[in-house]
């Protein structure tokens, strides 16, 4: 298994520019936000072996599970904690290379080692992250914020 992440973390930049035109025929011409969400979470799992990756809306002052695909998730996480709730407050992608080492950090799943949190900005508020989890320690980095960053603008929220 680590050999296969190595191999991975090598060749990312490659993955998400092969993926990049698969999202976009996915949601050209499809209106409906829960399927657009549905399909890039798919889509992304495919591609890379997370543990588990999906979005969280933000309704009611907290966010609040949406499509994803993994094991079972929390279902309502407020704003501050965790990563996710800290990714919303602070409006910005976090990049946790040892999920143990987060103060406040959620362990929906002892699973998870590391993790990236992409807020999804509409009109300058964020309404939604995007959530992604490893299984193995430090997988996430730079190539991964660009190209998820560019990838939840291309949902329309």
């Known amino acids: 298994m680590a050999e296969d992440l190595e191999i991975i973390k090598g060749n990312k930049e490659e993955q ?23 399909n890039v979470v798919a ?24 499509p994803f695909q993994g094991p079972v998730a929390c279902t309502r996480i407020q704003k501050g904690r965790g990563v996710c709730g800290s990714s919303w407050s602070q409006a ?13 950090h959620i362990a929906c799943s002892s699973l998870s080692k590391s ?16 959530d992604v989890d490893s299984d193995a320690y430090n997988f996430f980095d730079a190539t991964d914020k660009k190209y998820l960053e560019e990838i939840v603008q291309l949902v329309n929220f």
């Open 43 to 66: 889509a992304l799992k495919e591609q890379f072996p997370w543990f588990w990756v999906g979005f969280y809306m933000v309704k009611n002052n907290e966010l609040v599970l949406a």
């Open 16 to 38: 998400y520019q092969s993926l990049l035109p698969q999202i976009k025929g996915l949601l050209s011409g499809e209106t409906d936000l829960v399927a657009n969400m549905a």
């Open 92 to 104: 910005e992608t976090l990049i946790v290379p040892d999920v143990e080492q987060f103060p406040g």
């Open 115 to 130: 993790e990236i949190v992409v807020p999804v900005k509409k009109n300058g508020e964020v309404v939604a992250v995007l």
